[in-house]
């Protein structure tokens, strides 16, 4: 290879080009990456599986599309301690979205074991040495209450299987308020590491004291340390997977699940912020209910936490229970009837970007963020290219928007070379292309981007690929010969995955000035329940049984190894296949190459840079086995390694000769 650093064309890199995309799917947000550790904490409708977990109750999930499983209050995710009794009850609401609430019935002879109830977690709950906060709205019954009793709560972090404590406080004796809940917010230390996550938090009453009263509880939440601390933030650990691979953006909050079931239940900004007992709980696109407690500001602040930018998708008309092939049932779209549509975009964007003096920037800061956040892109729907009138959807939406934002890249979900119409993408606008395809998809798909304006003849539209990843199995036999495997979605990303992945990205970084942004997804799965494989990492309650996939590695190397500019790069011997690559130059400093090796032989590279370079040093990621993967029992089983490298210096005519292993992704770094 000839890397022209002198004489080749250069262009700039896309410097936001990974990014990370997320969606409430698999658990991903409810029961993963929010920082919530209890269960259904107000009893909305999320009725997921429960497996073999002693103590749990509920119906298993079965798979239904369109459908939300959960489509009322449930209990699920409790026990009752000591004899009680534990009901939902709707006769004593919090507040106007939290109507149905937790009524916790004490015997009246109870024996000697503490009373009350104990909340199960997303499948468990990890104990290691932090402090914790708990808080909950508890209120007696006031007719079974008139002596006004004084009683002390006990609030415990504990084995589900062994009962034993590890971290304990009391909220002292008190007569509680009978007109009004009494909102509980206390800290919870634990000094111990429970030796497995089948862990509750009980809440728990002194028999005695307590005798034949009923108590209703809701909004019962538990939160462990949070990423950067923040308040009603992200679980640690797995923020921290995300923020390791330094993503240039979010893409949220979906995906389909920006789009609801219908109309109604659209993904609704404005019922996300706020106080968390005031959150509407929404049925999500992914089988079940969507706490919210992730909301519009909660994401800001994610983004803001891992100085991301924002690909914040709205909502374009588009609904999943609408007709699957776009135009019977869904919202009209004529001006009049899209404009409540556009306002409540504008509203949004008022939100996040507004100044104080604003309303809905009023509204930010009266919730604690008086700064304006930013908002770089914004995407108006999600996969729409079926429906005959998205273009005058885009159109109208974008057309308001740019009005009033016009700094904002607009994002079509559409374009000609995938929609059923034509539609027109206006001068600094993007496309958002999806694909979920096999290897030899993103392997011929290398020289995609190739030239693609010109031969599309549109100079204007540049592209996001928002949605990608190899989802099929597949064994290569010779170079190139990738078959097309049936439609099966494997559990964990192969090697081969990350180099199917690899190839198209690398098209990707060779043409800068076409691609921009691009997002594998889904990205996170909780082993617990999920509908949807294979993702970059799988969980569940413990932080020790996190898998960090291939796909997940490859992101990383490929962000890590980057430069500034792109550069030329010639090969005497041949075209692409089995090797593909990419260079690119950073400020003088470094010459980065990425070099991918599709088959199973070992191909000799003679490497010569224009520049004089001192040493090189770097990364591979590589396996005999091109189906081998991370997984749970060994999620260590391919990572990358510092290359083993025979000779770090150029040679005396500047050249350097390396034997590209089969099977491998390579990333190298030469120091001028
Ligand atoms: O990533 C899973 C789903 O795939 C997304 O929600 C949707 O946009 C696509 O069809």
């Known amino acids: 290879l000839d890397i022209l650093t002198k004489t080749g064309?250069?262009?700039?890199?896309?410097?936001?080009?990974?990014?990370?995309?997320?969606?409430?799917?698999?658990?991903?947000?409810?029961?993963?990456?929010?920082?919530?550790?209890?269960?259904?904490?107000?009893?909305?409708?999320?009725?997921?599986?429960?497996?073999?977990?002693?103590?749990?109750?509920?119906?298993?999930?079965?798979?239904?599309?369109?459908?939300?499983?959960?489509?009322g209050p449930v209990i699920t995710g409790y026990k009752p301690l000591g004899g009680t009794q534990i009901r939902l009850d709707a006769f004593h609401p919090l507040t106007y979205s939290h109507r149905t609430v937790l009524a916790v019935d004490i015997p009246t002879t109870p024996g000697s074991e503490p009373v009350g109830f104990a909340n199960l977690g997303w499948w468990g709950i990890p104990v290691t040495p932090q402090t914790y906060n708990v808080s909950f709205f508890v209120y007696p019954d006031q007719f079974k209450n008139q002596a006004n009793l004084a009683t002390a709560i006990t609030i415990s972090l504990q084995s589900n299987t062994t009962g034993e404590i590890f971290a304990s406080t009391v909220i002292p004796a008190q007569s509680?308020?009978?007109?009004?809940?009494?909102?509980?917010?206390?800290?919870?230390?634990s000094n111990v590491s429970a030796p497995d996550s089948n862990n509750t938090l009980a809440i728990?009453?002194?028999?005695?004291?307590?005798?034949?009263?009923?108590?209703?509880?809701?909004?019962?939440?538990?939160?462990?340390?949070?990423?950067?601390?923040?308040q009603n933030g992200l679980r640690k650990d797995l923020a921290q997977n995300i923020y390791d691979l330094k993503p240039k953006f979010l893409?949220?909050?979906?995906?389909?699940?920006?789009?609801?079931f219908s109309f109604q239940t659209r993904w609704k900004w404005w019922e996300t912020i706020g106080p968390l007992e005031d959150r509407w709980p929404r049925p999500g696109n992914w089988e079940y209910y969507n706490t919210n407690g992730l909301g519009l500001m909660e994401f800001l602040e994610w983004t803001e936490s891992m100085e991301m930018e924002n690909v914040l998708a709205i909502y374009s008309g588009y609904s999943l229970g609408d007709s699957d092939e776009g135009d019977a049932n869904e919202y009209p779209s004529s001006d009049a009837a899209l404009y409540p549509l556009l306002k409540e975009a504008l509203d949004e964007l008022e939100f996040c970007m507004g100044l104080t003096d604003t309303y809905w920037g009023g509204k930010r800061a009266e919730y604690g963020h008086p700064e304006p956040f930013n908002i770089k892109y914004v995407e108006i729907g999600n996969e729409d290219w079926f429906g005959q009138n998205y273009p005058f959807r885009f159109k109208y939406l974008y057309d308001g928007l740019k009005a009033a934002y016009p700094d904002i890249i607009y994002i079509s979900t559409a374009y000609n070379e995938n929609a059923d119409y034509t539609i027109d993408i206006p001068e600094g606008a993007m496309w958002d292309t999806h694909h979920y395809e096999p290897p030899a998809f993103f392997i011929d798909g290398f020289d995609f981007y190739?030239?693609?304006?010109?031969?599309?003849?549109?100079?204007?539209?540049?592209?996001?690929?928002?949605?990608?990843?190899v989802f099929q199995i597949d064994t290569p036999s010779e170079v190139d010969n990738f078959s097309d495997p049936s439609d099966i979605h494997i559990f964990y990303p192969r090697l081969l995955s990350a180099i199917a992945e690899g190839v198209y990205l690398l098209g990707a970084e060779r043409n800068p000035n076409v691609v921009k942004l691009s997002s594998y997804a889904p990205s996170l799965q909780n082993w617990n329940w999920y509908n949807w494989t294979p993702n970059l990492v799988a969980f569940d309650a413990n932080p020790l049984h996190t898998v960090l996939s291939v796909s997940y590695y490859l992101q990383k190397l490929f962000n890590e190894y980057r430069g500034t500019e792109s550069v030329e790069v010639t090969n005497s011997e041949g075209d692409f296949g089995p090797l593909y690559w990419a260079s690119s130059v950073d400020g003088g400093e470094s010459v980065f190459l990425k070099v991918i090796n599709v088959n199973a032989t070992t191909v000799p590279l003679n490497v010569a840079i224009e520049s004089k370079w001192t040493s090189v040093n770097g990364s591979i990621m590589t396996n005999a086995d091109p189906n081998g993967f991370n997984y749970k029992n060994n999620a260590t089983a391919i990572t990358p390694q510092p290359l083993n490298l025979t000779s770090t210096k150029p040679a005396s005519d500047g050249s350097w000769i390396w034997d590209v292993p089969g099977y491998s992704i390579t990333v190298l770094q030469f120091n001028l």
């Not at 429960?50 to 959960?70: K, R, V």
């Not at 307590?210 to 939160?223: C, H, K």
Request: hydrophobic residues 30%.
């Open 450 to 469: 190739d030239n693609w304006q010109e031969s599309t003849n549109n100079t204007n539209v540049t592209v996001f690929i928002g949605e990608y990843s």
């Open 176 to 189: 509680w308020n009978v007109v009004n809940y009494t909102f509980i917010s206390t800290e919870l230390v």
């Open 9 to 71: 064309v250069r262009n700039a890199t896309a410097p936001d080009l990974y990014g990370w995309m997320f969606e409430d799917i698999n658990h991903s947000g409810d029961g993963g990456l929010y920082g919530e550790l209890l269960t259904n904490r107000a009893f909305d409708g999320s009725n997921i599986g429960w497996g073999t977990i002693p103590g749990f109750t509920g119906p298993s999930i079965t798979y239904q599309e369109n459908t939300c499983e959960a489509t």
């Open 204 to 230: 728990t009453f002194d028999p005695a004291a307590a005798a034949g009263q009923t108590y209703y509880f809701d909004q019962i939440s538990l939160f462990g340390e949070t990423f950067k601390g923040y």
């Open 251 to 260: 893409r949220w909050p979906g995906g389909n699940n920006i789009e609801g």
